[in-house]
Nanobody
Framework: VQLQASGGGLVQAGGSLRLSCAAS????????ISWYRQAPGNQRERVAG???????AYADSVKGRFTISKDNTKNTMYLQMNSLKPDDTAAYYC????WGPGNRNEYWGQGTLVTVSS
């Protein structure tokens, strides 16, 4: 499974960005898709996730501002980020987890950098 993230960039505080993550497989077969972020000097943290059934979860720091979604017809997932803050500055990574009989496989996309200026 290959994941290709895109959509990062420089934005002013209060602005919006939409990140995309294109998968090389049918994302309907992926059990859980998530976005993580990592700022310099910080640990990677999970920002948002969505299951194959459509259930979503968000970190407290982004609730009400970020929305995760997916389009099974395009094998792409998205992270809509609104009301961005300088603290949102980080490299953002998409992640996919697929469970098989007795095993769990995890895949990562390359990071896409989001910089929010004050």
């Amino acid at each position: 499974v290959q994941l290709q993230a895109s959509g990062g960039g420089l934005v002013q505080a209060g602005g919006s960005l939409r990140l995309s993550c294109a998968a090389s497989v049918n994302i309907a077969s992926i059990n859980a898709i998530s976005w993580y972020r990592q700022a310099p000097g910080n640990q990677r943290e999970r920002v948002a996730g969505i299951t194959s059934g459509g259930s979503t979860a968000y970190a407290d720091s982004v609730k009400g501002r970020f929305t995760i979604s997916k389009d099974n017809t395009k094998n792409t997932m998205y992270l809509q980020m609104n009301s961005l803050k300088p603290d949102d500055t980080a490299a953002y990574y998409c992640n996919a987890v697929i469970w098989g009989p007795g095993n769990r496989n995890e895949y990562w996309g390359q990071g896409t950098l989001v910089t929010v200026s004050s």
